[in-house]
């Protein structure tokens, strides 16, 4: 559900931010998990259960958001919420996939931060824009063989609605 979208213009425009927030969230899974996330190792692998999933996320997107609200000018560079809520949920992502070493978590991640974006600031994005943002929770658990495959096969933008 639209994880592709909003990361087309990410990359190129956010500066430095999804990296701080990931950051942040490789120190937390230092601190909290004793993940090396410098020196990888399938012994520092927390099990990806939902609990580490809440945590992880709940940590990282409070954080970010905590530091949008602290520094304005973040929000100017980052316009609109539909690139805040994809970098805020790429930081979760990232951090929660790699402490667990399991992509599902991490996309799990990625959309529990898009429900905690909009819980905290009322909307992902504008003009409709957010859509994309939120559509895909429901399914990032689908297996069933007529809709969707594992998210190591079909990819984090199953179903690619902004895409399509």
């Not at 430095?16 to 090396?36: A, R």
């Not at 996320?57 to 970010?64: D, F």
């Not at 996309?107 to 429900?115: P, V």
Request: proline share 4%; aromatic share 12%; with cysteine.
């Amino acid at each position: 559900g639209g994880v592709g979208f909003t990361q087309y213009a990410t990359a190129a425009y956010t500066d430095n931010i999804l990296d701080e927030f990931t950051y942040y969230g490789m120190d937390y899974i230092k601190d909290k998990y004793k993940v090396d996330w410098k020196n990888p190792s399938p012994k520092d692998r927390v099990k990806p259960t939902q609990e580490v999933v809440n945590d992880i996320t709940t940590e990282v997107a409070l954080n970010a958001m905590e530091q949008y609200e602290q520094y304005p000018t973040m929000m100017e560079d980052h316009f609109g919420g539909s690139q805040r809520a994809g970098v805020i949920a790429a930081a979760c992502g990232l951090s929660t996939s790699i402490a667990t070493g399991n992509s599902n978590a991490g996309l799990n991640a990625w959309y529990l931060a898009m429900l905690l974006h909009k819980d905290g600031w009322s909307r992902l994005g504008f003009f409709g824009y957010d859509l994309q943002d939120q559509c895909g929770s429901a399914n990032s658990l689908s297996i069933e063989p007529d809709r969707g495959l594992m998210g190591e096969l079909r990819g984090p933008n199953y179903p690619n609605y902004a895409m399509n």
